[in-house]
């Protein structure tokens, strides 16, 4: 049995997503036997970005305001430049985020994704990562921003940008498996 059986696993995303960042650590997740259910703001689907264009779409199982971190082991944040942007202005979403901090679960957030916790206030003290765009964001919020393909500081792991999903989805497998 994997050590991610039984581990359900909440990926918190909204329109604007970036593809790869949702597909493929979601693929690898349910791969190692996660639960993983889609979060949104709204019911129905959702809608990728893929090289700046609008892509496919996921159904969303749960939208936010009906569900609780105390639901999840562990939280996934795919970046995109509209969706974390989207995400940060909802009070609920940014509550949900803060819970799995204040519960000491695993988040994992990559490239733009980091942005939504920055309105959770999770950010200050800690070593991360992200698209460089963001770095003085995250700067501005107190962390100690690093360029590296992956990292982990307690519970938050992050990632720059697709091109870092294979390091960033084995990193991820390990946390969320703990």
């Known amino acids: 049995m994997s050590n991610l059986e039984k581990k359900k696993i909440a990926v918190l995303a909204a329109d604007g997503y970036e593809q790869s960042e949702l597909d493929k650590p979601v693929e690898a997740l349910k791969s190692a036997g996660a639960d993983v259910k889609i979060i949104s703001l709204k019911p129905g689907s959702i809608k990728a970005m893929k090289d700046h264009e609008w892509s496919t779409s996921v ?3 749960h939208i936010v305001k009906e569900v609780k971190a105390d639901d999840f082991d562990a939280l996934l944040l795919p970046g995109g ?10 009070e609920v979403a940014v509550k949900f985020v803060k819970d ?3 519960q000491n679960k695993p988040v994992a957030a990559i490239c733009h994704g980091p942005q939504t916790i920055i309105d959770a206030e999770e950010i200050k003290g800690r070593k991360m990562t992200s698209f460089n765009a963001i770095s003085k964001d995250l700067i501005n919020a107190g962390a100690n921003w690093v360029d590296e393909e992956v990292v982990t500081d307690g519970n938050l792991t992050t990632s720059r940008k697709p091109d870092d999903i294979p390091a960033f989805n084995e990193r ?3 946390e969320f498996g703990k």
């Not at 430049?81 to 909802?90: E, K, M, Y």
Request: net charge negative; hydrophobic share 45%; no cysteine.
């Open 172 to 174: 991820i497998l390990q």
């Open 100 to 102: 799995f901090f204040t």
């Open 81 to 90: 430049v509209i969706n974390p942007d989207t995400l940060r202005a909802d």
């Open 59 to 61: 159904e969303v199982d």
